[in-house]
């Protein structure tokens, strides 16, 4: 027990006296860090890094021991300032004209810590007023900068670490209670609303087609993200002041979530006039909600053929 | 048995103080048990609130399930923070818990994909960061954003270190945000000279206000920057009370490191953390409040601060985002002139809760907020005054702090006037994050002494009334504050509701927009309504632009079928700005956005003027799929997109069909009308 408590009491003189260069060398093994899937395995770890080491130093280098914040006050002050370097940082090397990156980042945050560290660790070695806690906690050596109420709050008598004991009860309490009621939400039955759509797979993408001598074949896509099957009729007609059937309208019964490639033959046009085509879709028994007729999908397109005249076209 | 029972009774009764002990161990396991039934009943409570909303457009239960789980949850937490006995420690693990807590009912509502209209904003710009490496890229949705890249860039970063998506990282450090908000304010009451039971009650008070539950746990700017302003204040307000030279340089550097994230990340919040810095100042200058010792070097401290602070934030202005004063400007004067014509009679005040989804006792709780609001500042007030008195609260810097942040807290009084104003309202709403930091300071003695006024009656009986009513006080603040922000719609989840940014977002609008970006790519010019345009212009990642007088593209919705397009200039607008797609959503005929916006705020009343009590798009929307220089490339249950093939070709497309040559009939009839042939295959 004793050798235990011996390597600790060392362990812990040995942090008190530089946990500066120690935050840099953690900071700095966000690189192996990297090694490590993304997501949630990475995040565990990488997150509380990037999110504490940069502040925390920068708390290092700007206050002296006695007027630095403690606590709970120092672990959001440090979470706030990493935060706050990682925009920095991007800023940085946005005026610095190099792209933002994974690795820029990684670099420009290193660089900007190890600066911090060397101004924390200075002020460590030349500060020279005692060490840690213990000094902290002798009732002579309060913060002569704290109000009557805090000197009171100060006075009180806790249990040593009661702060750090009960803000890590609150945070796993907290999160787990959080993670449970994402689990629970997660796991009850969510309504789910489907949709079909109709829509152009050929090229070109602009819906104008050239129709050559032989004719041309206009493809298309029907999707139906619902959960039953539904019957549909396909039909195909030539629009103008009044529609004319293009072709044989089809009958097709679509089950869940199936998309369907489709197909409408143009024959070769008799002359070099724009001619505008609609595919149809129809819900053989489907309402529409809204117009309170049969629901239906269409999509147009015009087609001509490019080698022909069209002087003889109406304007 | 018998006789291990008889020792330990005569254990017991020889030793008192063990039983006592003993008895009092009893308690405190039971009252742990109890805060966590409760905690557990009040996530369950809310799941359930949720998952009853999910399935209707809105019912009383899921609001009564959701302030039951809110209640279940926070007001343990609040009991244990006003006892007198719980130690300091416990109290800031409690509001750290209480930070945590209160991000449920906004984790819960949108847990894998952003859902608010800012979100999908500040989603866009954090993606341009990743994609292209670069900051102060264009958003389409919020062109201010990218002027104001602290929320993106953290993100980005933290992105770029754990390998999560933008959703997943940017949750985890809202919550950090969150969290450390709600410890900001107790942090901030006790630099102001408060003890720890107080500050905390002034985090709890500010927990009330309109935006905490879901405003500020959005992922937007405001989010972020309200927690650094409010930290920043916090480290100011130490520089000025530092006696000691290196005190005060110290947290001199961490306001200004803190005012220029603030600065970097929003401009409300960065223009309130000044103004607030200069109404502190302003105090310290005051002798009659702030002479006492060292009161010059106080006031120079306090001074200096706020002019690094106001000097970053006018560079920021001015050189890197000058167009902020042109954003913000319209709601400000507009919201004024609208107030001026109401006073005057020839204007038309805002009607409060209209088309509301929530019950009608949220809007009284929202209208007894106010007044609870009232009470407890007029007793802050009286408290302040009687510690002048009896010399509690002499003149020197406590004073001069207080009185600064009890006049900005006051504010919000005023300020709740804007509510009427239609341009006022949503930036007075937006205030309260704010002025509810002071409000919260000049209330937190006042509950303070309530609860302890409560607990010296003598009888029991008395006692625990009191303390109820004062819990009751507190649950209709908490309903009210809540309600007083977003609508129900914002707040809960439930099926599609046209023209509501939260409930726009269906798996049909997302198949759309994927469809588009897979055939067509990114970056392409669209015109669309608002509530397609968030998701098109966010996780489509196409350009979108809000319409203006100077491009009124509602009027290619308003123009009736056959009737030319008005004006004649909109198409080669469309055509001269490179639009090349124009995306309906045909709910627009069939119903009155519930937000009572179609595609910005400010477009032409004359959007909304009903044509036989149907909205002014019903029969109009047809027409697009034959005016001949737009093309169907894309049709689903509700959406439309067409291609506009600009220059029009001016012959366009035929009215007749193509028709077989030769084979008229006998009297001259055209021959057959060509025919082709449909296939299909699975």
Redesign the interface.
């Given at each position: 027990v004793t050798r235990t408590h011996g390597v600790l009491s060392r362990f812990k003189s040995l942090w008190l006296s530089s946990w500066p260069l120690w935050a840099l060398i953690v900071f700095a093994s966000?690189a192996a860090?990297?090694l490590l899937?993304?997501?949630?395995i990475?995040?565990i770890v990488?997150?509380p890094?990037?999110?504490s080491v940069p502040g925390s130093l920068?708390?290092g280098a700007?206050?002296?021991r006695?007027?630095?914040p403690q606590?709970?006050?120092f672990i959001?002050?440090a979470?706030?300032?990493s935060?706050?370097w990682?925009?920095?940082?991007?800023?940085a090397l946005?005026v610095g004209g190099v792209?933002?990156?994974?690795e820029?980042?990684?670099w420009c945050?290193l660089i900007i810590s190890a600066a911090l560290a060397i101004v924390a660790e200075a002020r460590l070695l030349l500060g020279g007023q005692g060490r840690g806690r213990r000094v902290a906690n002798r009732p002579g050596a309060l913060?002569?900068?704290l109000?009557?109420?805090?000197v009171?709050?100060a006075k009180?008598p806790?249990?040593t670490g009661?702060?750090g004991?009960?803000?890590i009860?609150?945070?796993v309490?907290?999160?787990s209670?959080?993670a449970?009621?994402?689990y629970?939400?997660?796991h009850?039955p969510?309504?789910?609303?489907?949709?079909?759509?109709?829509?152009?797979?050929a090229s070109p993408?602009?819906?104008?087609f050239a129709v050559g001598s032989s004719?041309t074949e206009l493809h298309f896509q029907?999707?139906h993200?619902e959960s039953d099957t539904t019957t549909y009729r396909?039909?195909?007609a030539?629009?103008?002041?009044l529609s004319?059937?293009?072709?044989?309208?089809?009958t097709?019964s679509?089950g869940p979530n199936?998309?369907?490639?489709?197909?409408?033959?143009?024959?070769p046009?008799?002359?070099g006039?724009?001619?505008?085509?609609?595919?149809t879709l129809s819900a053989i028994q489907q309402i529409?909600p809204?117009t309170r007729k049969l629901?239906t999908?269409?999509?147009?397109?015009?087609v001509h053929d490019p080698d022909k005249s069209?002087k003889t076209?109406?304007? | 048995l018998t006789a291990t029972a008889y020792q330990r009774q005569s254990d017991s009764a020889s030793h008192p103080e063990s039983s006592v002990r003993r008895s009092r161990a009893v308690y405190v396991y039971f009252l742990a048990v109890a805060f966590a039934l409760c905690e557990l009943a009040g996530i369950g409570a809310i799941v359930r609130s949720y998952s009853i909303a999910q399935t209707t457009l809105s019912n009383e239960s899921e609001f009564v399930w959701f302030w039951l789980g809110m209640f279940l949850l926070e007001l343990p937490i609040v009991g244990l923070v006003m006892r007198r006995a719980t130690p300091q420690a416990m109290q800031t693990g409690l509001l750290t818990f209480y930070g945590l807590i209160s991000y449920a009912p906004k984790l819960l509502r949108d847990p894998t994909s952003p859902i608010y209209h800012d979100e999908f904003a500040h989603w866009r710009s954090t993606y341009e960061i990743l994609s292209t490496g670069k900051l102060f890229r264009n958003n389409p949705l919020l062109i201010i954003a990218s002027d104001y890249p602290g929320l993106h860039a953290a993100t980005a970063a933290l992105v770029h270190a754990t390998g999560l998506t933008i959703w997943q990282a940017a949750t985890l450090l809202l919550i950090m945000l969150h969290v450390t908000l709600v410890l900001g304010i107790a942090a901030l009451a006790r630099a102001a000279g408060f003890d720890s039971r107080t500050a905390s009650i002034v985090a709890i008070l500010y927990g009330l206000n309109s935006s905490f539950l879901y405003f500020d746990t959005q992922f937007g700017y405001e989010s972020m920057a309200i927690t650094l302003a409010v930290w920043a204040l916090a480290a100011y307000v130490r520089a000025i009370r530092s006696q000691r030279r290196q005190g005060r340089a110290g947290w001199g550097v961490m306001t200004v490191v803190l005012s220029a994230g603030t600065i970097i990340t929003h401009h409300l919040s960065a223009f309130t953390l000044v103004l607030i810095m200069a109404l502190v100042s302003l105090a310290m200058s005051v002798p009659i409040l702030a002479r006492g010792e060292a009161w010059v070097r106080n006031a120079l401290t306090a001074w200096s601060l706020t002019m690094v602070a106001g000097l970053m934030t006018g560079a920021w202005f001015v050189f890197v985002a000058p167009r902020t004063w042109s954003y913000l400007s319209p709601y400000l004067g507009a919201g004024l002139s609208e107030l001026m014509q109401d006073a005057a009679g020839s204007g038309s005040a805002k009607p409060l809760f209209a088309a509301s989804l929530s019950p009608w006792w949220e809007h009284w709780c929202a209208y007894l907020v106010t007044l609870l609001a009232f009470v407890l500042a007029v007793g802050g007030l009286l408290l302040i005054r009687a510690r002048i008195r009896d010399g509690r609260l002499p003149r020197g810097r406590r004073r001069a702090i207080l009185f600064a942040f009890a006049l900005f807290g006051l504010v919000y009084f005023p300020s709740t006037v804007f509510i009427l104003s239609p341009s006022g309202s949503e930036g007075a709403r937006r205030s309260w994050a704010f002025t509810w930091i002071g409000l919260s300071i000049l209330a937190g003695p006042a509950a303070v002494w309530l609860v302890d006024w409560a607990g010296r009656s003598v009888r029991r009986w008395r006692r625990v009334s009191l303390r109820s009513i004062l819990m009751a006080g507190l649950s209709i603040a908490l309903v009210g504050g809540t309600a007083a922000g977003l609508d129900a719609s914002y707040r809960l989840p439930g099926p599609y509701l046209f023209g509501s940014d939260a409930r726009s977002v269906t798996p049909e609008l997302l198949g759309a927009s994927s469809w588009f970006s897979a055939r067509f790519g990114t970056g392409n010019n669209i015109i669309t309504d608002r509530y397609t345009g968030l998701v098109f212009a966010s996780f489509g990642l196409q350009n979108f632009s809000y319409p203006s007088l100077g491009f009124p593209y509602y009027d290619l919705y308003l123009a009736k079928p056959g009737a030319p397009i008005e004006p004649p200039s909109l198409p080669y607008q469309i055509e001269f700005s490179n639009y090349k797609y124009l995306i309906v959503d045909q709910r627009m005929a069939y119903d009155i956005p519930e937000l009572g916006v179609y595609f910005v705020a400010g477009e032409p009343a004359a959007l909304f003027l009903p044509q036989d009590g149907k909205p002014i798009f019903y029969g109009r929307l047809d027409k697009f799929a034959t005016i001949k220089w737009m093309v169907k490339v894309f049709q689903s249950d509700n959406y439309s997109i067409y291609r506009f093939n600009l220059p029009a070709d001016p012959t366009g497309y035929q009215q007749q069909p193509p028709r077989a040559r030769g084979k008229r009939g006998k009297r001259g009839k055209p021959g057959k009308v060509l025919q082709g042939k449909l296939s299909v295959t699975p």
């Open positions: 966000l860090v990297r899937p993304a997501g949630y990475r995040a990488a997150a890094i990037l999110l920068t708390i700007t206050f002296s006695r007027p630095r606590g709970t006050a959001c002050y979470a706030l300032l935060a706050l990682s925009a920095f940082a991007s800023l946005y792209l933002i990156s994974a820029s980042t990684y945050l913060d002569p900068d109000s009557d109420s805090e009171k709050d009180t806790t249990k009661g702060e004991r009960y803000a009860l609150a945070v309490a907290g999160i209670l959080l449970g009621g994402l629970a939400y997660d009850i969510h309504p789910v609303t489907g949709y079909t759509f109709i829509a152009w797979t993408s602009t819906g104008e004719g029907i999707v993200r396909l039909s195909a030539w629009l103008g002041t004319w059937p293009l072709a044989k309208s089809l097709l679509i199936r998309t369907f490639r489709g197909g409408i033959f143009v024959p046009l008799p002359d006039c724009t001619y505008r085509i609609v595919v529409d809204l629901e999908w269409s999509i147009n397109a015009d069209s076209c109406n304007r | -």
